[in-house]
Every structure is written in structure tokens, then in C-alpha cells.
């Protein structure tokens, strides 16, 4: 399997990972210990949306046109670089907090835990890491 098809692949998880986290989310009724504020999904979302418009326009544009450019790619990768930033942060709900005051975890729906959103933001990494990579050596 290419690099390439690698990155379109990944890139479809990430608006898949971009959508679950806010519906995840709506509301403030997302599991964890700590509160998330709401500005911290909506930069994940906004910069999430953008991205995989961005960088998807980026993947299939040819390259000798404006679409296609490595500018385009740059702005698409920044991009991807600030969503995984926020979606890491979001996870920061799951650590565990000490002392007499402290809450306990609350569960959702979802899951049993912060397994699913473990692996949707470290796969994110994990996805803007060959992104780079493919972009950095002309794959994509």
C-alpha cells in the first residue's frame, strides 16, 4: 500500500475523529474528571473541519494548479497540527485528580472509560505525524 493512499485513508478517520469528539462533547456532557471549556472543542471542530477540507482539496487538486500547491499543504498540515494539539488537551479530562475535593470520573454512553478518546486523539498524532512525513518527502 502507498504512502498515499495511507494519507487518504487517515484523512477520513480524522473528520471522523473531528465529528465524533463534538458530538462526544455537545453540551458539556463529555466523561472525564475535569471540565473541558467550550472554546477548546470549538477550536478542535473549526480546526478540524478546515483541515480536512484543506487538506483533502490539497490530496486531489493536480499539482501545477493553486489547489495543489505546497502552500496549500503547509496551511493544511498547520492546520492538523492545531487540532491534534486541542484534541490532546481535551484529553487532559481523564487525568486523575487527588485530595478531599476531588471528583470521581463520570462514564458516558460511549464507552467505559477514556479508551475511545485515547485512541481517536493519539491516532490523530499519530495520523499528522505521516502526513508530515508524506508531505516532507513528496508522497502526497
Given at each position: 500500500m502507498s504512502l498515499a493512499v495511507v494519507c487518504y485513508v487517515l484523512t477520513a478517520l480524522a473528520a471522523v475523529v473531528v465529528v465524533l469528539t463534538r458530538l462526544r462533547m455537545r453540551g458539556g456532557q463529555g466523561a472525564g474528571r475535569f471540565h473541558v471549556g467550550r472554546r477548546l472543542l470549538d477550536v478542535h471542530t473549526f480546526f478540524g473541519v478546515l483541515a480536512v477540507v484543506v487538506?483533502?482539496?490539497?490530496?486531489?487538486?493536480?499539482?501545477?494548479?493553486?489547489?495543489?500547491?505546497?502552500?496549500?499543504?503547509?496551511?493544511?498540515?498547520?492546520?492538523?497540527?492545531?487540532?491534534?494539539?486541542?484534541?490532546?488537551?481535551?484529553?487532559?479530562?481523564?487525568?486523575?485528580?487527588?485530595?478531599?475535593?476531588?471528583?470521581?470520573?463520570?462514564?458516558?454512553?460511549?464507552?467505559?472509560?477514556?479508551?475511545?478518546?485515547?485512541?481517536?486523539?493519539?491516532?490523530?498524532?499519530v495520523g499528522v505525524v505521516v502526513f508530515t512525513f508524506a508531505y516532507l518527502t513528496s508522497a502526497v
Open positions: 487538506w483533502t482539496v490539497f490530496l486531489i487538486a493536480p499539482e501545477d494548479s493553486t489547489a495543489g500547491s505546497s502552500s496549500v499543504g503547509i496551511v493544511g498540515l498547520g492546520m492538523f497540527w492545531v487540532v491534534t494539539i486541542a484534541g490532546l488537551l481535551i484529553l487532559v479530562r481523564w487525568l486523575p485528580s487527588h485530595g478531599k475535593h476531588a471528583s470521581e470520573g463520570r462514564q458516558d454512553t460511549w464507552s467505559e472509560g477514556p479508551g475511545l478518546s485515547v485512541l481517536a486523539h493519539v491516532g490523530m498524532l
